[in-house]
């Protein structure tokens, strides 16, 4: 089985910053594609940010500019960084990798979630 967990979420000021962190472990043969997601309450999930395993990266417009996607392979983790932070980016934050492995081959993965609260 493949595993992502995710670290880093918490509650922030508007302005403010924080890291997220997602590695993945497990039956891993190779992790191609990774990314972050979000779900407010009532809103569908969104795209955020993924990132190749070639480092070529994708924002959503809302945080562009804000974010910042990062990997390391030698480690099978991406990272969020996320400055100025506003009230609109409260969500769950889900991590996502596209994770090859000689038992069930390439599929999705997903984290379990983590929570981003920024206050006004």
């Known amino acids: 089985q493949v595993q992502l967990v995710e670290s880093g979420g918490g509650l922030v000021q508007a302005g403010g910053s924080l890291r997220l962190s997602c590695a993945a472990s497990?039956?891993?043969?190779?992790?191609?594609?990774m990314g972050w997601y979000r779900q407010a309450p009532g809103k569908q999930r969104e795209l955020v940010a993924d990132?190749?395993?070639?480092?070529?990266?994708n924002y959503a417009d809302s945080v562009k500019g804000r974010f910042t996607i990062s990997r390391d392979n030698g480690k099978n983790t991406v990272y969020l960084q996320m400055n100025s932070l506003k009230p609109e980016d409260t969500a769950v934050y889900y991590c996502?990798?596209?994770?090859?492995?000689?038992?069930?081959?390439?599929?999705?993965?997903w984290g379990q979630g983590t929570q981003v609260a920024v206050s006004s």
């Open positions: 497990g039956s891993i043969f190779r992790v191609n594609a």
């Open positions: 996502n990798a596209v994770v090859y492995s000689t038992v069930y081959g390439t599929r999705d993965y």
């Open positions: 990132i190749t395993n070639s480092g070529s990266t």
